[in-house]
């Protein structure tokens, strides 16, 4: 009796620290600069994406996935001292392809603070923001924007820690109630 109830516990155990680890790996904290998801490299140039809705929040910070329409700050950080020294443009469209609406179009210049940045209003849907480096290699960043989108991988992330463990109480729970030792315990109870 005493093994089983030491394999139960330890099972028992081994689900809640997969519960735990399942949600660490799915949580967006501090995370290096190299594996920031608003961060886009082309050789060793790197550029960082930040944008900002302060009417519906002041204090948010999106990348790709933006939660409202409407006015929208995008700011674009030059990461790379070299990429300030040289002729960089940015253009908005609206669609998931090079070939849909251009929104805003900010001619190629020279940002020596290393800071590009714009406020436009968006549209629910699929945006493309595409910065253009002009050096002797151009270089070229591209970001899929969702404006308004319900993002089903986070929704799937966020749900599937909690049916993995419900299913594992249920099946440890099946198990229990199915053992002759269980129901011979039960039975000397009454």
Same mark, same amino acid.
């Given at each position: 009796?005493?093994?089983?109830?030491?394999?139960?516990?330890? %099972?028992?155990? =081994?689900?809640?620290?997969?519960?735990?680890? %399942?949600?660490?790996?799915?949580?967006?904290?501090?995370?290096?600069?190299?594996?920031?998801?608003?961060?886009?490299?082309?050789?060793?140039?790197?550029?960082?994406?930040?944008?900002?809705?302060?009417?519906?929040?002041?204090?948010?910070?999106?990348?790709?996935?933006?939660?409202?329409?409407?006015?929208?700050?995008?700011? +674009?950080?030059?990461?790379?001292? =070299?990429?300030?020294?040289?002729?960089?443009?940015?253009?908005?469209?609206?669609?998931?392809?090079?070939?849909?609406?251009?929104?805003?179009?900010?001619?190629?210049?020279?940002?020596?603070?290393?800071?590009?940045?714009?406020?436009?209003?968006?549209?629910?849907?699929?945006?493309?923001?595409? +910065?253009?480096?002009?050096? +002797?290699?151009?270089?070229?960043?591209?970001?899929?924007?969702?404006?308004?989108?319900?993002?089903?991988?986070?929704?799937?992330?966020? %749900?599937?820690?909690?049916?993995?463990?419900?299913?594992?109480? +249920?099946?440890?729970?099946?198990?229990?109630?199915?053992?002759?030792?269980?129901?011979?315990?039960?039975? %000397?109870?009454?």
């Amino acid at each position: 009796m005493l093994k089983r109830a030491m394999k139960i516990g330890a %099972t028992v155990i =081994m689900c809640a620290a997969a519960l735990l680890y %399942t949600g660490a790996v799915f949580a967006h904290g501090a995370e290096a600069l190299e594996d920031d998801s608003c961060m886009r490299r082309v050789g060793e140039n790197m550029i960082h994406l930040s944008v900002y809705q302060p009417q519906n929040d002041i204090a948010g910070h999106y990348c790709t996935d933006i939660p409202a329409v409407g006015d929208t700050v995008l700011v +674009v950080d030059l990461v790379e001292p =070299m990429l300030r020294e040289m002729p960089v443009g940015l253009k908005l469209i609206r669609g998931s392809s090079e070939d849909g609406d251009v929104i805003a179009d900010i001619r190629s210049n020279i940002y020596e603070d290393g800071v590009i940045n714009t406020q436009q209003a968006l549209e629910e849907g699929r945006h493309l923001l595409v +910065v253009t480096a002009e050096g +002797v290699q151009p270089l070229k960043y591209v970001y899929h924007l969702r404006i308004d989108m319900v993002n089903y991988a986070e929704v799937f992330r966020a %749900t599937i820690g909690p049916a993995v463990g419900l299913l594992l109480t +249920v099946l440890i729970g099946y198990k229990l109630f199915r053992s002759k030792r269980f129901k011979d315990w039960l039975a %000397t109870r009454r």
